[in-house]
C-alpha cells in the first residue's frame, strides 16, 4: 500500500489536541509531520493562526499528499494565502469541537463568530471528520440557526454539500500507557472512591455534582471523593465551597501535574461521574472507564457511545437522577462488571483507530 506524506496542522498544540496529533503521528503507517502553534490565545488561534501557519507553510516549502488540519484554524484563510501550493492538495478538517454548539459561559460573548469559522473551514475543506457521531449530529442540527441568523443569501443548501464529505473518525487514546501503573491489589474495607477529572468550567456543571455529594453526605452514605483536572478560573468558588464542605472526604484536590501520579489515581478509583452539558467525546471518562471505574453519566453527549448498550440502565442517568443512581451503586443494589466496560473502551486505543484514519486519508487521495 502506498505511504502518503500527511501534514498535521494543529494551532492549539496542547492538551487533548497534542496527545490527538502526537498519538497519530506516532501510529500512522505514513509519514505524519506536524505543523503547530502553542496552546494559548484560542480566539488569536481561530482569527489569526492560519496567516501564521500560511507563512510558515511557505517559507518550509513542505508538498504533503494531504494536509490535516483541526478546527482551531481558519481553514479558508489558509488555502487563500497558499493557493499556490496547495491547490492540487486535498485537505481534511477535523473537530475536535466546534464553536456552533460550545457553550459560551458567562466572560464570553463573542455570538457566531468562531462558529462561523468553523463553518467557513468545513466549506474549504475537501473531507470533514467528526470525533464521534454525537458530534456531527449536533453541528447539523446547530449550523441552521447560525446559517437563518443572517438576513439574506444565508446559504441553507450548503448544508447538504458539507454532510457529503462529512464523516467519524473517532479520537484515538493512548489508553496502554495506564497499565505499567495498573496496581496488583486494591485496598480492602476502603470507603468508594468518586472521581471528578474535568476541567473546572461553568460547561462541565460541577455544581450539580456536588449537589449530589452532598446528598450522599446528608444520608450518612460513606464516600472519598477526589476533585482534579485542569482549572484556568481564579476563583473556583464552587469547588473551594466543595472543599470546605466535604471536609476530610476529599482526598486528592487540584490539578495532577505528575502523569503517574494520575494514572494511579484512576485506578483507585471506584466511581467516574460526569454532569456535563458539553462533551463531544469524552476522553477522561473513558481513561477513567480503562481504569476500572464504573461510569455514572448523564445519558446524552457522546457519552452512551463509551459503554455497551447493556449498560445503560445502570451507568446512564436522566435530569436529576444522579443522586438516586448514585446511592443504588453505593449501597450495593447495582453491580457492575468492569471487565466488558474495559474492553469496550479498548476500541479507541490508538492502534485500533490509527488504521482507520489511514484508510480514510487513503481514500481522500484516491476520490481526490
Known amino acids: 500500500m502506498m505511504t502518503l506524506n500527511i501534514l498535521l496542522i494543529e494551532p492549539y498544540y496542547g492538551g487533548s489536541h497534542q496527545a490527538w496529533a502526537d498519538g497519530y503521528a506516532r501510529h500512522s503507517r505514513h509519514n505524519v509531520t506536524l505543523l503547530t502553534l502553542p496552546a494559548q490565545f484560542w480566539k488569536w488561534r481561530m482569527q489569526g493562526g492560519a496567516v501564521t501557519i500560511a507563512r510558515l507553510f511557505n517559507a518550509y516549502n513542505i508538498q504533503p499528499d494531504v494536509i490535516l488540519v483541526s478546527d482551531m484554524m481558519d481553514l479558508s484563510t489558509f488555502r487563500a494565502l497558499t493557493r499556490k501550493q496547495t491547490s492540487d492538495i486535498p485537505c481534511a478538517l477535523y473537530f475536535h469541537e ?24 468545513a466549506m474549504a475543506a475537501d473531507a470533514v471528520y467528526f470525533n464521534s457521531a454525537f458530534h456531527q449530529r449536533a453541528f447539523y442540527d446547530e449550523l441552521p440557526r447560525m446559517l437563518k441568523h443572517f ?34 491489589t486494591r485496598p480492602a474495607n476502603a470507603s468508594p472512591l468518586i472521581l471528578w477529572n474535568h476541567r ?23 464516600f472519598r471523593v477526589a476533585i482534579v483536572g485542569e482549572n484556568f478560573r481564579q476563583e473556583p468558588t464552587e469547588f473551594e465551597e466543595a472543599r470546605q464542605r466535604l471536609g476530610d472526604r476529599v482526598v486528592r484536590y487540584g490539578f495532577v501535574e505528575e502523569f503517574a501520579e494520575y494514572a494511579r489515581l484512576l485506578w483507585q478509583a471506584d466511581y467516574i461521574i460526569s454532569t456535563a452539558y458539553q462533551d463531544f467525546f469524552g476522553i477522561s471518562v473513558a481513561e477513567a472507564i480503562y481504569c476500572g471505574c464504573i461510569p455514572i453519566l448523564p445519558g446524552r453527549l457522546n457519552y452512551p457511545a463509551l459503554m455497551p448498550e447493556a449498560y445503560h440502565d445502570d451507568c446512564l442517568y436522566r435530569g436529576n437522577a444522579l443522586q438516586p443512581l448514585l446511592i443504588k451503586h453505593l449501597t450495593g443494589d447495582i453491580a457492575v ?18 488504521p482507520q484514519y489511514d484508510a480514510a486519508f487513503s481514500q481522500l487521495i484516491q476520490t481526490r
Open 151 to 184: 438576513g439574506d443569501y444565508n446559504e441553507l443548501e450548503s448544508m447538504e454539500q458539507l454532510k457529503a464529505k462529512s464523516s467519524v473518525l473517532p479520537v484515538g487514546i493512548n489508553l496502554k500507557r495506564y497499565d505499567i501503573y495498573r496496581p496488583k
Open 98 to 121: 466546534n464553536q456552533l454548539v460550545y457553550p459560551q459561559n458567562s466572560r464570553q460573548k463573542h455570538g457566531w463568530q468562531y462558529g462561523f469559522i468553523n463553518y467557513i473551514s
Open 337 to 354: 462488571d468492569t471487565i466488558p466496560l474495559q474492553r469496550f473502551i479498548s476500541q479507541f486505543e490508538w492502534q485500533h483507530i490509527a
Open 200 to 222: 473546572w468550567e461553568e460547561d462541565k456543571n460541577p455544581r450539580t455534582f456536588f449537589q449530589a455529594l452532598y446528598g450522599l453526605m446528608n444520608s450518612g452514605i460513606a
